[in-house]
């Protein structure tokens, strides 16, 4: 073999000359990256996004040039040299890694850049929230894309996985189906979280109903979203289902709400005084927005009248929390000033102990 063809004096001395020329070239990737920090960051300064990309870049990249460095170098060294294969694999897989690396972490920086820049902390952030799911999705489907294409390069440079793929082509059909049907749920959540990153049914912080539960978008991940439900506990959806399945979003256009209260009373109650008392609890209230406060009879049942009062607030928590407060005060107002007109159940009764008792028949004995 070529490899033993230098004596033992010949491989020391080369591989000596290999590792100085190595030690060198670090050197310079050393010197590189340090000149390069400084330019880019004189240059990057007046942008937001270029100082978060490049913080989020600085790490990697410096591995990323010393990593080329020694490449350059194995790649300059005798190619019968004992030992240096195995090298020139690690190094080259490290370079791989790393440049994956890199790449994610300038996705994720421009992600965080952007929603840096829209932020969710104003009145109306129906257009940050909008950013922010599509940033955020965009990103993590990329990063992912980036991912898989890094491990796909790493595994291409070990030639017993190229054989594998190259023997599995006779039965590609079979392997076809069973790679499809196993696939299936992950092409699935990947389409599924480009369509809602693109067409947004939700968004982060909107307020859904999902199977029967009230919540908000917590996060949204590359494969499920989780709703934070209103006592705290955390409803995780596989993304594939919220474009299969209808649900309810009570912030899709506006955060503003219209909330109901019902109210039993009965039918001799006067309406006047209730609607004052209803306009009274809005106006008390920090809750209401201003916009309506209405009360109507919509049901009239054999035992009592059910009364609809439509409240306005501007938001969902405060749409709920002005129901509590608008209920609470028109019960307290009905039992003060017009406790006769709560429910009732009338009931008509037939004493008959009380009827005297029909005249006795001529020529029939009394009873006694």
Not at 4 to 13: E, H, K, N
Not at 109 to 122: C, D, E, I, N, S
Not at 146 to 151: A, D, E, F, N, R
Not at 274 to 296: F, K, N, P, V
Request: with cysteine; net charge neutral.
């Amino acid at each position: 073999m070529r490899a033993f063809a230098f004596g033992m004096p010949d491989v020391l001395s080369a591989w000596f000359t290999t590792l100085g020329a190595a030690l060198l070239g670090l050197v310079v990737a050393e010197a590189v990256y340090r000149i390069g920090e400084r330019i880019i960051a004189r240059t990057a300064h007046h942008s937001a996004v270029a100082i978060t990309v490049t913080q989020a870049a600085r790490v990697p990249v410096g591995w990323a040039l010393r990593l080329l460095a020694l490449n350059l170098v194995w790649q300059g060294a005798p190619d019968d040299l004992p030992g240096l294969a195995p090298v020139q694999r690690w190094t080259g897989l490290l370079l791989i890694a790393v440049l994956t690396w890199l790449a994610v972490r300038c996705v994720n920086g421009f992600a965080r850049a952007v929603v840096a820049a829209h932020p969710v902390t104003v009145a109306d952030n129906l257009a940050a929230r909008r950013v922010h799911t599509q940033t955020l999705v965009i990103a993590k489907t990329v990063s992912g894309a980036i991912v898989l294409v890094g491990t796909a390069l790493m595994l291409m440079t070990f030639p017993a996985v190229r054989q594998i793929g190259a023997s599995l082509l006779a039965s590609a059909g079979l392997v076809g189906i069973v790679a499809g049907f196993a696939a299936r749920p992950v092409l699935g959540n990947l389409i599924a979280g480009l369509q809602i990153g693109l067409t947004q049914p939700i968004r982060l912080d909107d307020v859904v109903i999902v199977e029967g539960e009230w919540g908000v978008i917590e996060e949204i991940t590359g494969s499920y979203v989780v709703v934070r439900i209103w006592d705290q506990r955390r409803l995780v959806v596989p993304l594939q289902w919220w474009v299969e399945h209808p649900f309810q979003n009570w912030t899709r256009n506006t955060s503003e709400l219209i909330g109901t209260v019902f109210l039993w009373v009965d039918y001799r109650m006067p309406l006047a005084p209730l609607r004052e008392a209803l306009q009274a609890a809005c106006t008390g209230s920090e809750h209401w927005d201003g916009r309506l406060a209405l009360l109507q009879v919509v049901e009239a049942g054999d035992k009592a009248m059910q009364l609809r009062c439509l409240v306005s607030a501007a938001s969902a928590s405060k749409a709920w929390d002005l129901r509590c407060h608008v209920r609470e005060a028109l019960i307290d107002f009905v039992q003060r000033e017009h406790p006769e007109f709560l429910p009732r159940l009338r009931a008509e009764v037939d004493d008959r102990s009380t009827v005297p008792p029909p005249p006795a028949h001529p020529g029939l004995p009394q009873p006694r």
